[in-house]
């Protein structure tokens, strides 16, 4: 879906190809959950008793690449006098912790307030759509990495959005406009 939303909206794309219980890679590297021990309820084996070595390890080879990739775009596109909005897209189970969440869509945001609004009345637009105002999640500074030094720290306007699992399980929903951690910027 990232890259079907991507190409909709002529924007660049920067996919994290990595799954988040290797090293989430928008979670601050030093936060307890970068490399989550416990997935809801379900240990993850490979990370129960992971060594510091292993730890930095994912970071130089997963997170760190990531990150400089999306900084390396932002620079250009700056550079280049292209205006860049960042727009972090995750995706969110269904159920959590036994407990069903009710929205398909929200837009996660912490002190820039620009776009999340318009995303929220677009969105909202659409009939049948449960829409979340910072929900499943809200951004902050302790649990999130993308926006706040990606986007905030450079005064990008800038949203996450987050889309239900279960939106864009198949193929055609996908293609529709989801790939768990994907950021891309407006041209």
Not at 23 to 32: K, L, S, T, Y
Not at 84 to 107: E, M, N, Q
Request: aromatic share 6%.
């Amino acid at each position: 879906m990232a890259e079907a939303l991507s190409n909709h909206l002529g924007a660049h794309l920067v996919a994290q190809r990595y799954s988040r219980l290797v090293v989430d890679c928008n979670r601050p590297p030093d936060a307890p959950t970068a490399i989550p021990r416990i997935s809801e309820v379900t240990v993850i084996p490979g990370n129960d008793g992971i060594t510091d070595e292993a730890v930095a390890a994912r970071r130089r080879e997963v997170f760190d690449p990531y990150h400089r990739r999306i900084e390396d775009v932002i620079d250009r596109r700056l550079r280049d006098g292209v205006p860049t909005v960042l727009v972090a897209l995750h995706s969110f189970t269904p159920v959590y912790k036994g407990i069903a969440r009710p929205w398909h869509i929200g837009t996660l945001y912490h002190r820039d307030t620009r776009l999340p609004p318009l995303l929220l009345q677009g969105l909202r637009a659409e009939s049948g759509l449960v829409v979340g105002d910072n929900e499943p999640y809200a951004v902050s500074d302790d649990t999130d990495y993308t926006i706040p030094v990606h986007g905030e720290k450079r005064g990008l306007m800038n949203s996450g959005i987050e889309i239900r699992q279960d939106q864009i399980a198949s193929p055609p929903a996908a293609r529709m406009g989801g790939t768990t951690g994907a950021d891309f910027g407006r041209d």
